[in-house]
């Protein structure tokens, strides 16, 4: 597979951006992992969760009214339990709790470089 050109800056600053949002909304067990060199669809996943679903809403808006443009996508918002925001180069997923441990993304994206975060 041909490699992927480097993340440009304003990928880097929108990656800053969403973590810094999601982290305001109190967020938790937040990670980016880098999947540029393991797939064509995106370069970073977000991955984060929540306890509660008005705390996922929390986060979630908070997100979409931090960032300069509006999300591509949104999945799952009208139930609150695994929300998917698609910035193309950026799919950030805030996950209830219990959904985040049964699903459990993070183990098939492994072999991605991942940055942990807390608040």
Known sequence: MPEKPKKSNSTTILVDTIVECALDKKAED???LDV???TSFTDHFIICSANTEPQIKAICDNI??????????????????WVLLDYIDI????????????????????DAPKKEYSD
């Not at 009214?65 to 799952?76: A, D, L, S």
């Not at 950030?92 to 492994?110: G, P, S």
């Open 36 to 38: 540029n060199q393991l």
């Open 30 to 32: 937040l990670i980016v």
């Open 64 to 81: 979409r009214k931090g960032t300069p443009h509006k999300p591509w996508h949104i999945e799952g918002y009208e139930k609150l339990s």
């Open 91 to 110: 799919i950030v997923h805030v996950f209830k709790t219990q959904e985040r441990d049964y699903y459990n993304i993070e183990k098939l994206w492994a």
